[in-house]
């Protein structure tokens, strides 16, 4: 059980930075920076957002619009944490048999 905890664990982790990476392309992009008529900032922009957009699509539905700003990934980044706590908290509890670990 710890072992299947721990691959959920990390697989939250992967999410999370292919969201940062997604956030800090995004700005680049936006600034000019980078330019999207490059083939390999466009493959990568596009698997990017092919990974990101089933997260992001249910969220955009609820939210509100708000223009340019898109505050769906900000949304799942703090989704991610309260889920990377909860994986955290039940790996200890299967590590420590429920006792109360005193730090």
Same mark, same amino acid.
């Given at each position: 059980? &710890?072992?299947?905890? @721990? &691959? /959920?664990?990390? #697989?939250?982790?992967? /999410?999370?930075? $292919? $969201?940062? =990476? *997604?956030?800090?392309?995004?700005?680049?992009?936006?600034?000019? =920076?980078?330019?999207?008529?490059?083939?390999? =900032?466009?493959?990568?922009?596009?698997?990017? *957002?092919?990974?990101?957009?089933?997260?992001?699509?249910? &969220?955009?539905?609820?939210?509100?619009?708000?223009?340019? #700003?898109?505050?769906?990934?900000?949304?799942?980044? &703090?989704?991610?944490?309260?889920?990377?706590? $909860? =994986? @955290?908290?039940?790996?200890?509890? *299967?590590?420590?048999?429920?006792? /109360?670990?005193?730090?």
């Amino acid at each position: 059980m &710890i072992l299947l905890l @721990q &691959i /959920v664990q990390i #697989l939250l982790d992967v /999410v999370w930075w $292919i $969201i940062i =990476v *997604q956030a800090i392309l995004s700005w680049l992009i936006a600034f000019n =920076v980078i330019n999207t008529s490059n083939d390999f =900032v466009r493959s990568v922009w596009t698997a990017l *957002q092919r990974m990101t957009e089933p997260l992001y699509r249910p &969220i955009r539905r609820i939210l509100p619009d708000f223009g340019a #700003l898109d505050l769906s990934p900000m949304v799942v980044l &703090i989704a991610i944490i309260i889920l990377d706590k $909860i =994986v @955290q908290a039940a790996i200890v509890q *299967q590590m420590y048999g429920g006792a /109360v670990v005193a730090g």
